[in-house]
Structures are given as C-alpha cells and as structure tokens.
C-alpha cells in the first residue's frame, strides 16, 4: 500500500522559515519523480515544485521559485520542501505527490499524502 505522510507545518511569522517532510512506503521511492502541490484556504491546488527520481532535477513555480528547495533522500525514501522568506501568500496545506512524465518534465500524479499545514501569520 502506497502511503505518503507529511510533516513539518507550523505558524511562522513572515520572514520565517520551515522544512517539511513526506515520508514515502508502499513503492520504489528511487524511481519515482515526486512534487510538492499546496491548497490555500478557499482557494485551488497549486503546483509548487518537483524534484526527479535521482534528485538531479528540480523545477519551481514562479511564486516560490528562488525562496522553496525542494531535495530527496532516497536511502531514507524521504522528501524534503525547505521554505525562506515565507510570505502571507504561502499560508497553505502542503501535500507531496507522487508525479509521472508529462511533457518534457512530471506532473503529479496518483498518490497524495493528507498534507501538513503551514500558517503565514504575525
């Protein structure tokens, strides 16, 4: 059974900083491209960031890009989302997914996890 948890959300202030973790059983966690996707509150999912089965490959949305890390243990079939200089705008559920080729990248796919919750907030 493919199970996917996340932790590491908080409240933070703006300006702050959080790490979140999926950990990752159920499939061949090496050969499996994952992503991060977030839902604000009232709002759609957004995609934030994707990582390749071997790590060597990572791809950002724009709102996040230069501020998010997104890395992978693969010997602790692990996936990590490093979050800097939060903003109000990143108050959001973060769910880390498993993701497939799609175009010239990976697109989430199958499995999510409930996702960890992460409050922007002074």
């Known amino acids: 059974e493919v199970q996917l948890v996340e932790s590491g959300g908080d409240l933070v202030q703006p300006g702050g900083s959080l790490r979140l973790s999926c950990a990752a059983s159920g499939f061949t966690f090496s050969n499996t491209a994952m992503s991060w996707v977030r839902q604000a509150p009232g709002k759609g999912l957004e995609w934030v960031s994707t990582?390749?089965?071997?790590?060597?490959?990572?791809t950002y949305a724009d709102s996040v890009k230069g501020r998010f890390t997104i890395s992978r243990d693969n010997a602790k079939n692990t996936l990590y989302l490093q979050l800097n200089s939060l903003k109000t705008e990143d108050w959001a559920m973060y769910h880390c997914?498993?993701?497939?080729?799609?175009?010239?990248?990976?697109?989430?796919?199958?499995?999510w996890g409930q996702g960890t919750h992460v409050t922007v907030s002074s």
């Open positions: 990582i390749s089965p071997g790590g060597g490959s990572t």
């Open positions: 997914a498993t993701s497939s080729p799609c175009g010239a990248g990976y697109c989430p796919s199958n499995y």
